[in-house]
């Protein structure tokens, strides 16, 4: 062999994983233009991230992994965007659990088409950031030379490029803790707990933990995280309460009675806080707080809270 065909051949060689990598990219772009059902979407997902992986291994450099990365979140906002869409239209249970109403007993949940609570928390996080705001990030993250994820592109501020120190995390404030305490009892589980598990309960899970994946018990306190994932831990703790694991809840969430996931409490029940919280960590909350109670143990509950607020008990 030539010394000229040789080198032909090495950089035949040398030019593969490159092609290999360009042909996986523009095939997740195909699938993910064309992709209407939330298997198909799932099918990109997984296809970028083994480009992502790729291009990693191979060395192929930055912009194709940040390329391969660009792809995941524009699958999981469309992700988010389908299971949305199947809420709106009846296709999809808002709540986890069928067992207590006929009506839902042949509509799918979360767990029959095989997404776990983890995961649809994660899709709507990406899915609550505009495209114009992904694509900038990506270019962003490369022009910095890092590698682009879920949390670089939720932690980014396009005004200045900065990470955001802004986060979802609410502490409770010790009266209402007290308040919550005094109105069940005491508490069982703490399942969005602070990484200082500072709410007495007998169990906390906390972010490392998982707790959307996890069965919830007893007696439980709930405080999640803000941000376009509560619809998800509303979800969660309906669930559990259907399915008679949770014996008795309480949630402290923003007082947004306008959106679909306050009305999958269906609560019969609630205190409207009087006045902004203070919430550790965080300062005055730029939002109305209301409390939701879902047990049976009603007067309790009223006792507790209200000198907090107003309490209004359904009577329909």
């Given at each position: 062999m030539s010394k000229l065909s040789l080198g032909v051949q090495k950089a035949a060689e040398a030019a593969q994983p490159v092609q290999t990598g360009?042909?996986?990219?523009?095939?997740?772009?195909?699938?993910?233009?064309?992709?209407?059902?939330?298997?198909?979407?799932?099918?990109?997902?997984?296809?970028?991230?083994?480009?992502?992986?790729?291009?990693?291994s191979a060395h192929l450099g930055l912009h194709a992994q940040n390329h391969a990365a660009g792809i995941s979140l524009e699958a999981q906002?469309?992700?988010?965007?389908?299971?949305?869409?199947?809420?709106?239209?009846?296709?999809?249970?808002?709540?986890?659990?069928?067992?207590?109403?006929?009506?839902?007993?042949?509509?799918p949940t979360l767990a029959d088409i095989d997404v776990t609570w983890k995961e649809a928390a994660a899709w709507a996080k990406v899915g609550a950031v505009s495209p114009e705001v992904r694509?900038?990030?990506?270019?962003?993250?490369?022009?910095?030379?890092?590698?682009?994820?879920?949390?670089?592109?939720?932690?980014w501020q396009p005004a200045t490029g900065l990470m955001s120190s802004d986060s979802p995390e609410w502490y409770t404030p010790p009266h209402i803790v007290a308040a919550v305490v005094a109105a069940l009892g005491a508490i069982d589980l703490d399942p969005c707990a602070d990484p200082g598990r500072t709410v007495p309960a007998a169990a906390h899970f906390t972010e490392e933990d998982d707790g959307l994946?996890?069965?919830?018990?007893?007696?439980?306190?709930?405080?999640?995280?803000?941000?376009?994932?509560?619809?998800?831990?509303?979800?969660?703790?309906?669930?559990?309460?259907?399915?008679?694991?949770?014996?008795?809840?309480?949630?402290?969430?923003?007082?947004?009675?306008?959106?679909?996931?306050?009305?999958?409490?269906?609560?019969?029940?609630?205190?409207?806080?009087?006045?902004?919280?203070?919430?550790?960590?965080?300062?005055?909350?730029?939002?109305?707080?209301?409390?939701?109670?879902?047990?049976?143990?009603d007067a309790s509950f009223i006792t507790a809270f209200a000198p907090l607020g107003e309490v209004y008990r359904r009577v329909a």
């Open positions: 360009l042909v996986a990219l523009g095939e997740a772009e195909r699938m993910l233009a064309a992709a209407v059902s939330l298997d198909e979407i799932r099918g990109v997902l997984t296809l970028a991230e083994a480009a992502r992986q790729y291009a990693r906002a469309k992700a988010d965007a389908a299971l949305t869409e199947a809420r709106a239209r009846g296709d999809l249970a808002r709540q986890g659990s069928n067992q207590n109403c006929t009506e839902r007993s042949i509509v694509a900038a990030y990506v270019i962003a993250a490369t022009e910095a030379n890092e590698e682009a994820s879920r949390a670089g592109l939720l932690k994946s996890r069965e919830w018990s007893g007696r439980v306190y709930m405080n999640p995280p803000y941000g376009p994932a509560i619809p998800v831990w509303v979800d969660k703790l309906v669930a559990e309460v259907d399915a008679k694991r949770v014996t008795a809840a309480v949630a402290l969430i923003p007082a947004r009675t306008e959106t679909d996931w306050w009305a999958s409490f269906d609560a019969r029940t609630v205190c409207f806080i009087h006045g902004r919280l203070a919430f550790s960590g965080q300062g005055a909350a730029p939002f109305p707080s209301a409390v939701i109670y879902l047990g049976q143990d």
